[in-house]
């Protein structure tokens, strides 16, 4: 079945087709040259994701993404360094980097990317990021909850404040948790935030991801791929900032040496098949979920159309054109 759709909208990218947007010497033209192999999978618009790292790493990589001049890029995605030292919430963030969050901090990594900041990822338990998240929002900033041990207290201050999304919910948090409460339930049951998942079949069974988007609705669930440079290659060795990884034959994404994952290889056209397939809902029902409902959660716009072909049997999604 042929079907044409609005393009993705991709809020969590870090790198793709062996570019890594983490790194302190990738360039413009680096960048601009996988914006092809991107829109080929149906991405037209996206946010850069740069993680937890010095602010002179951090400058360097977005005074980077700041001069390509494409429409494809959205803004910049922040994910960390306001995030949990601990680990298991730190999940791939360099331990040394992660710290307290501050106006001051936030205002010179704002000013290196040119004021493209659009979102960030923090955890409400950090010290300082509960009293930045106003003023952030304030900016026209969307505040992520992400990479937390936060209590379900902190939890709900943090959306007092204005926090609006889970990043990768299920994930950035501890291997094992209370039964009840914990840090995926409170975020779960609140209707304030909107949810992102990584539907990749190695950050989450089917099963959560089955839970979460019929308790987020889909209105409220925003595919992502939280993809690294290894996004579009061969299995091997590869690197997300300072961190080397592993990407096996079946492109799960791990730290070099140990079983704890780091990113993914994904492609949004196989997120969206793969939804169809863990939830039991629609084409029709997932696609926006990849499209529309992040354009809409930013406040801004889908660009261009893509024509693929479903092959509902097989759940399977491939790429035909983009326009």
Request: hydrophobic content about 45%; some cysteine.
């Amino acid at each position: 079945m042929r079907v044409t759709f609005p393009g993705f909208f991709d809020i969590q990218v870090n790198g793709f087709a062996g570019v890594d947007f983490n790194t302190p010497d990738v360039t413009p033209d680096q960048i601009n040259g996988i914006l092809p192999a991107l829109r080929a999978t149906g991405v037209t618009r996206f946010l850069p994701t740069i993680i937890t790292g010095p602010l002179d790493r951090f400058s360097a990589c977005a005074r980077a993404l700041a001069q390509v001049d494409d429409p494809a890029i959205a803004g910049i995605h922040m994910e960390g360094p306001y995030i949990s030292s601990v680990d298991g919430p730190r999940g791939a963030h360099p331990r040394e980097h992660c710290c307290a969050a501050s106006l001051d901090d936030f205002a010179r990594r704002q000013d290196a990317a040119g004021g493209r900041i659009v979102l960030v990822t923090l955890a409400p338990e950090v010290t300082g990021a509960l009293h930045i998240i106003e003023p952030l929002v304030a900016q026209g900033v969307r505040v992520a909850i992400g990479h937390s041990d936060a209590s379900p207290g902190l939890i709900r201050d943090a959306i007092g404040e204005g926090a609006t999304l889970s990043t990768h919910l299920g994930n950035g948090c501890a291997a094992v948790l209370p039964r009840h409460p914990n840090v995926i339930w409170e975020q779960l049951a609140s209707d304030a935030l909107w949810a992102s998942l990584i539907v990749d079949g190695h950050h989450l069974p089917p099963s959560t991801v089955k839970v979460i988007a019929r308790t987020k609705t889909p209105e409220r669930t925003i595919l992502v791929t939280d993809a690294i440079a290894a996004a579009g290659c061969a299995p091997g060795s590869y690197r997300i900032g300072e961190v080397e990884v592993e990407v096996a034959a079946d492109k799960r994404v791990s730290l070099r040496g140990t079983p704890f994952l780091a990113g993914s290889a994904l492609t949004m056209d196989t997120a969206v098949a793969n939804t169809v397939r863990f939830t039991g809902l629609s084409l029709d029902d997932v696609l926006p979920m990849a499209s529309t409902v992040p354009a809409r959660y930013l406040g801004m716009e889908t660009a261009g159309t893509v024509t693929a072909e479903w092959d509902g049997d097989d759940g399977r999604l491939e790429i035909v054109d983009v326009n």
